[in-house]
Each structure stands twice: as structure tokens, then as C-alpha cells.
């Protein structure tokens, strides 16, 4: 048996007391808090990470090691062995991306995503498209070449420029590279703002290089290290802004509210809304279930590929409220999806997307409080005249049940005669239905890869409640369904999921 070299074997001797210690206080913070653990310790970087994730609640690793990633592997490893983290390994950089946003997304567990230094990188960073379009917030790990200069790296990206990983990282959400040790608490501070926030979250990208990673932290302040910093709710500060919301919803005759995937988490605030402004909704593919399906002021999907009822609503509403949507080219038309519309209501706590349109009072704001201070005030100034909006509810409902009927005709007509293979063959409406019905009478949760059968699939499904189907329109990136499902092996509290994948068409 090879001998540990002594160094090696004091600094592992001092991990693994350090890690029993922890999980037998209850955790880093009861450790701390009680005395157990010392306190300043000396460390490394590698495990300095560990434990200052620890302190945001990430606790599970999702990992393809390579050289790049040694000395964090033997961390985990340790730290796995004491029962305080658990890794997974996976054969698949971007298949452990889509399961780490999945895992987020659905779970509300956030994870970290860890590689080697070089192409295994890229497919994770490549897979990160689908956290960074749906705002989910979700730690990427990856290896990095040495900060010595002794050379290109052979897995390297092949330029004669500094941290070139980072640079390339940072232009999708933010990222930091560890090139000094001591720089962990700016790093870990950073990530958590990114990782954690109720808005606009996305990956956040922390660069190891390998001689950084087994590097002494002396004295480090365990205390000092952050734990999860997600910004308070925040409110409207004027009210007038309010005020004069107030009065568009009390002088417009046909409004529409536009629910996007932002509004996800708050289902009885926007429904609130819509009832109380005498309006309709038509919702983005990522917000199915924030209204229930056979809600009557429910109109479904709108834009290109859009449902009538939903079309209908939008083309002819005199004013726009919208709720949590970045406005996404395909959602409302190219910008062309709104007609009719007079003014716009925007509430949305991104300053780039609350100014979305011309003619908007921006609520900027979590969709939560900022709906609370506008049924307040809706309220308050004598509620809206359901008799000016009686006209409106009766026109779109009649154009929901031509949807309806339009849909139940498809159903009725399973098969068709397909010329090509000559023979019947079931409709992809009518496959695509049948299996969204066993998942709703089973619990399960639907996935959705890009394409025809994710269009279909939104207009399909007859969600009653949020996150029963998750629909990847963010980047439309095939192949996230099917990796999705991985993250029901790593959850938790794990729910069945069915995946639903096409050609991309």
C-alpha cells in the first residue's frame, strides 16, 4: 500500500476531525455556535469551499472529476464520509447541468455542479443555458488551469490570454475565479447574492484552478463566510406609481393580464389580481397552473404559437398588466401581440424588464408584495366596476370555449391516415394528451424538451397548481427533459416525471 506522505496525512487527520465534529454538533452552524468546532481553522481552499457552501444549505454535488478537480474530490469525500454531503457522479456534463437546474427548479434544493478543467467544462457551461434563461440559481464548479503561467494546459482553452474560463463564464451569468486563496469569502458572498435571490437567479461560476484548490487558508473565519444572502422582498416606494395603476385598471374597459414564469411563485396573488381587476390572463408556457386550467378568466397560452382564446385576448385588450414576463419575442408576437393596448401595468423586480414597453407604470418589485399593494389600493379606491368588464368576460369566454371545442375535436379524431407510412397513426395532439391525463391522475410531473411537441404540449396540458409541467422554453434545449429526470434520483423528496422529447422541429 502506498504511504501518505506526512504533510498529506496531518491536513486529511485535521479534515476528517473537522467533519466529525460538524455533523456531530448537527451542522456547521450548531459547531459553531456551541463551541464544538475551533474556530478560526487552518485549511485549505478545496475545503474552505466545502464548508462555506455548507453555510448556504448546499449539501449535494454533481460531479464529473477529473485532474482538474482532485483535491476538491478528496474533500467531498471526506465530508461525504462524515454523512454532511453527498456526490453524485454522472457520465454527462450537460445531462448533470439540466439535472441540477431540474433539481432547483422543482425541488427548491440547490446543488453544485462540478468538472475537470477542459471540455468536460464546456458541456456543463453549454447545459447552464437552461438555468441562466429560467432564472435558476445553481453553483458551477469547475476545474482551471494554474495560476503559475508554467505553460498552456492541454485542456485549455488554446489562446495566449488570462483566465479565459472565467471571461467565458461570466458572459453567462457571474463568475469568479479562486486564483487567491483568501478571496473565498468575496467569492462565496457573490455567488450567494446570484445563487439564492427570489429573482432573476442564474448559475454562478466559481473557477479552481489546480494549484489554488490544496492551497493553505490560514486562520480562516468560518464565521466570516456567508450563508444564503437572497435581497428582501421588495416593494413600490411611490405611490403615486400605484395611484395611477389604480386608476388605468378603474378607467380600462378590456384587460388582459400577462402571467409569466416569474409569477410561478405566487399562484394566489396574480389570481387575486386577475378577479379583482375584472380581467383575463393568458400566461407564458412557463407559468401553467398559476391560474387553473378551467378557471373561466384562464385563457391559456398566447403568442405565435399561442392558443385562440389567448390571441384573441391579447389583440383586443385596451390595457396590459404584466406579471413576472421578460416578453419574450415568441410569447407576444415580436412585440406586435398587444394591438389594441392603451397603457401597460408591469410588475417585475428586473429593471430591464419591468421597462419592457412604452406607455408602462413599473411597479418595480416582487410580484408578491407589489400585487398585495395594488389589490390594497384597488380596494381602497371603490374596487373596479365589474359592469364595464362584463362585456369583456362574456367575449373571451365564449372564445375559450371555441378552443375548447377546437381541441375536443382533435381528441375525438386520434388517428389519421399518414400518407408516408400508409397506414393509420395516432396524432401527436391525441398521444401527447393521453399521457399528460395519466400524469395528472398520478401526480406526475411533466418535462418538456423544445419544439413541436413542447408547443403542443402547453396547450395541452390541464395544469391546476404551478410546476406540474415543466416546460424548457427558456433556451428550448433538447435533451433537458430526459436529464431532467435524473434529479428525482437525487432529490430529497423525489415526485414520478415523465419526459416528453421530439425532433426540435
Known amino acids: 500500500m502506498t504511504q501518505i506522505p506526512i504533510q498529506h496525512a496531518a491536513r486529511l487527520e485535521a479534515m476528517e ?3 466529525r465534529t460538524i455533523a456531530g454538533a448537527g451542522g456547521l452552524d450548531a459547531a459553531l455556535a456551541t463551541g464544538a468546532l475551533a474556530n478560526p481553522v487552518d485549511t485549505t481552499l478545496a475545503e474552505g469551499l466545502v464548508l462555506g457552501l455548507l453555510k448556504q444549505g448546499v449539501r449535494k454535488y454533481l460531479a464529473v472529476f ?16 462524515a454523512g454532511l454531503t453527498r456526490t453524485y457522479n454522472f457520465r454527462h456534463e450537460t445531462a448533470m447541468a439540466h439535472a441540477a437546474t431540474a433539481l432547483k427548479w422543482l425541488y427548491g434544493e440547490t446543488a453544485a455542479v462540478v468538472t475537470s478543467i477542459g471540455p468536460g467544462a ?3 457551461f453549454a447545459g447552464s443555458l437552461a438555468a441562466a434563461s429560467n432564472g435558476i440559481g445553481v453553483y458551477h464548479i469547475y476545474g482551471d488551469e494554474t495560476t503559475h503561467g508554467e505553460g498552456p494546459n492541454m485542456q485549455a482553452i488554446p489562446k495566449h490570454a488570462q483566465g479565459l474560463f472565467g471571461q467565458l463564464a461570466a458572459l453567462m451569468g457571474e463568475s469568479y475565479v479562486l486564483h487567491t486563496p483568501e478571496a473565498l469569502r468575496a467569492a462565496l458572498r457573490r455567488g450567494s447574492v446570484a445563487v439564492h435571490r427570489s429573482f432573476r437567479a442564474g448559475p454562478f461560476f466559481l473557477l479552481l484552478p489546480l494549484n489554488t484548490q490544496p492551497a493553505r487558508i490560514a486562520q480562516l473565519n468560518l464565521e466570516a463566510l456567508p450563508g444564503a444572502l437572497p435581497p428582501p422582498p421588495m416593494a413600490v416606494g411611490d405611490p403615486a406609481a400605484v395611484a395611477e395603476a389604480v386608476d388605468l385598471i378603474r378607467t380600462h374597459r378590456r384587460i388582459v393580464v400577462k402571467v409569466g414564469g416569474g409569477a410561478r411563485a405566487f399562484p394566489r396573488q396574480v389570481r387575486a389580481l386577475v378577479v379583482a381587476a375584472g380581467a383575463v390572463a393568458v400566461l407564458s408556457p412557463g407559468a401553467l397552473g398559476v391560474l387553473p386550467d378551467a378557471h373561466p378568466q384562464n385563457l391559456g397560452v398566447m403568442g405565435s404559437k399561442g392558443s385562440l382564446s389567448g390571441n384573441y385576448a391579447t389583440s383586443q385588450a385596451d390595457l396590459l398588466i404584466v406579471s413576472g414576463s421578460r416578453g419574450v419575442c415568441q410569447a407576444d408576437c415580436s412585440g406586435t401581440g398587444y394591438a389594441s393596448a392603451e397603457a401597460v401595468i408591469n410588475i417585475n423586480a428586473d429593471l430591464g ?12 418589485g416582487d410580484i408578491g408584495v407589489v400585487a398585495g399593494q395594488l389589490l390594497e389600493a384597488l ?16 367575449a373571451t369566454a365564449a372564445k375559450k ?12 379524431r386520434p388517428v389519421l391516415h399518414d400518407e408516408q407510412w400508409g397506414r393509420p397513426v395516432l396524432t401527436q395532439p391525441a398521444a401527447i394528451k393521453v399521457a399528460c391525463d395519466f400524469a395528472k391522475s398520478i401526480g406526475a410531473v411533466k418535462f418538456f424538451d423544445a419544439g413541436d411537441v413542447q408547443a403542443v404540449g402547453f396547450q395541452v396540458a390541464e395544469d391546476d397548481e404551478p410546476n406540474r409541467t415543466i416546460t424548457e422554453t427558456g433556451a428550448s434545449y433538447m435533451g433537458f427533459a430526459v436529464s431532467a429526470l435524473l434529479a428525482s434520483g437525487v432529490a430529497d423528496r423525489p415526485r414520478y416525471g415523465i ?3 421530439g425532433d426540435g422541429s
Open 122 to 124: 464546456l458541456q456543463a
Open 499 to 501: 419526459a416528453f422529447s
Open 353 to 364: 424588464d419591468v421597462t419592457h414597453y412604452n406607455r408602462t407604470v413599473a411597479l418595480a
Open 401 to 412: 370555449r371555441e378552443w375548447d371545442a377546437l381541441k375536443a375535436d382533435r381528441y375525438a
Open 17 to 19: 476531525k473537522r467533519a
Open 379 to 394: 380596494q381602497k379606491a371603490g374596487g373596479a366596476d365589474p359592469t364595464r368588464a362584463a362585456a369583456w368576460l362574456g
Open 66 to 81: 477529473g485532474h482538474g478537480s482532485t483535491d476538491l474530490a478528496e474533500v467531498l469525500r471526506v465530508y461525504e464520509a
